[in-house]
């Protein structure tokens, strides 16, 4: 992202990235039937005593949880509408402030992955089933991560959700430290020393999660000393966030810029884009949608570019800091090179991303390159009237260094627009683009050889121009190509004022 970062460095304060957002999961080994059946065998219970064992250990969790909180002289409250919970919590610490421990615990019915006793032929059996129990959050300050809640299924199998926050670990951090910063909600307005927050930022994964974890687990679920001693939760990262926020040293400042970022990552990014900057390619074999979505929200807009179940965005933060966000929720997406089995081998490769939070330092490699790959995409934009004069001179006739005359480019052909587009396609910023892979998107229906070999010569003569007007240049020791940043920034200025020119002219039309 050094280019965008350089090319605004006289309205920047800073720019730090850390995982925002996490949810991990907690799950016992009670996750199918035969290990419900064996745990029942071994407090001497039949089948039939299910619904009397699984009632008596809710009632149990809940008891615990009244006397929890009446230890801690805090609120324990049974929700019987829907509320925002976070707004509900953010209201019960203004009007009661604690500094650290426990705010309050609230238990509400929600649908729950858990089982069911079934009857018919032969004896009794569990089956998998997902009914309205009673679930328990227990919010709390921690001294070091800050707000967290701590969501309890009180029915089996006694799944635990831990909710962490990167930014406010990191604002603790920071005040441990003596880094001092302005903060508001969860992001960072300024910050005194952005380069040491960062390296702070980058220990995330270092923390030794399952012991955390399994601290706060034991407090919620009394029964891991009882009923169910000698089992522990193995933790999973079920959502991660991972944030870019760009710091401007005035609303002004960023809010100019920040209609144009909106604009050219609405009109100009693509589907092959977008799994750029998630590190993916487009194939044949890609099964799912790659969406793109724009909303007004309050005090200004979004855009979200979704690729299955895993997106990236940006929005803006108080108007005085750019975000741009990587969210993952199905890792499987992705790789990660550990041991794994094939062809019945055991061997050392890429394969997909599991969830366990031993990989939690992928995840952050994943965020951190999507994002700059997406905030790099976005360094090209910029007022369109500098470049009216570099815009002027394409237009003209070019001497290349044999001395040959190469024509000029006219913004307003649909051929050179084609071209132009076809250039800024997020494959070939990863690894640069061969004769024929331009060939196949300008010139996509070639049936014999015979028009593939005229096509090829014409792209070669294109590619000529191009390199005389500096739009593109060789990559050494290759049959590559790669578009200069001279030639990002006009192409995509090009491409951007044709498409708004178009939309203008449709919405008069009509």
Wanted: proline letters at 5%; one cysteine or more; a positive charge.
């Amino acid at each position: 992202m050094e280019t965008f970062v350089r090319k605004h460095q006289d309205s920047i304060l800073g720019v730090l990235s850390c995982p925002d957002r996490v949810i991990f999961k907690g799950h016992l080994n009670l996750n199918y039937p035969k290990a419900v059946e064996t745990l029942l065998a071994r407090h001497g219970l039949l089948l039939k005593d299910f619904k009397a064992f699984a009632v008596q250990r809710s009632e149990e969790l809940v008891a615990h949880a009244k006397q929890m909180a009446q230890r801690a002289g805090r609120p324990y409250e049974y929700l019987k509408s829907y509320k925002r919970k976070e707004s509900y919590v953010k209201s019960l610490l203004e009007a009661d402030p604690v500094t650290e421990g426990l705010v309050c615990i609230l238990a509400t019915l929600e649908a729950s992955p858990s089982f069911k006793l079934k009857y018919g032929e032969g004896r009794p059996r569990l089956e998998h089933d997902k009914p309205r129990c009673l679930c328990l959050y227990f919010y709390f300050l921690d001294k070091k991560l800050g707000p967290i809640y701590v969501r309890l299924q009180t029915w089996l199998p006694y799944t635990v959700q831990v909710y962490v926050n990167g930014h406010a670990w990191l604002a603790r951090k920071m005040d441990a430290h003596g880094i001092k910063h302005v903060a508001e909600d969860n992001a960072f307005l300024c910050v005194e020393d952005p380069k040491r927050a960062q390296r702070f930022a980058d220990q995330w994964a270092k923390i030794p999660w399952p012991r955390q974890l399994d601290v706060f687990a034991r407090r919620v679920n009394p029964m891991l000393a009882t009923v169910l001693v000698g089992m522990g939760y193995y933790w999973v990262t079920d959502q991660f966030e991972y944030s870019t926020d760009i710091m401007f040293k005035d609303r002004s400042l960023l809010k100019r810029l920040y209609l144009k970022l909106l604009q050219h990552a609405t009109l100009v990014f693509s589907a092959e884009d977008v799994l750029a900057f998630l590190g993916r390619k487009l194939h044949g074999h890609f099964l799912g949608e790659v969406l793109t979505d724009y909303k007004k929200r309050w005090p200004g807009a979004r855009v979200k570019h979704r690729m299955k179940a895993n997106w990236i965005k940006m929005y803006d933060k108080f108007g005085c800091v750019l975000r741009i966000e990587t969210v993952l929720n199905d890792p499987y997406e992705f790789k990660v090179r550990r041991s794994g089995k094939r062809q019945g081998q055991e061997v050392t490769g890429w394969f997909p991303l599991p969830k366990s939070v031993a990989y939690l330092y992928r995840y952050i490699e994943i965020g951190q390159a999507a994002n700059a790959r997406y905030i790099e995409a976005l360094a090209v934009v910029d007022d369109p009237a500098p470049t009216q004069d570099e815009r002027a001179a394409l237009a003209r006739p070019i001497r290349s260094t044999n001395g040959k005359s190469n024509r000029g480019f006219n913004p307003f052909s649909p051929h050179d627009l084609q071209l132009f587009t076809a250039l800024q396609r997020g494959e070939f910023h990863l690894m640069g683009f061969r004769n024929k892979d331009l060939r196949q998107h300008l010139f996509p229906t070639a049936n014999t050889p015979v028009e593939r070999h005229r096509q090829s010569a014409r792209v070669s003569r294109l590619l000529q121009i191009l390199h005389a007007h500096h739009l593109v240049a060789k990559i050494p020791r290759s049959r590559r190509w790669k578009v200069t940043a001279h030639g990002h920034k006009l192409m995509a200025t090009t491409v951007l004022l044709s498409q708004q020119d178009l939309s203008v002219h449709e919405r008069k039309v009509a």
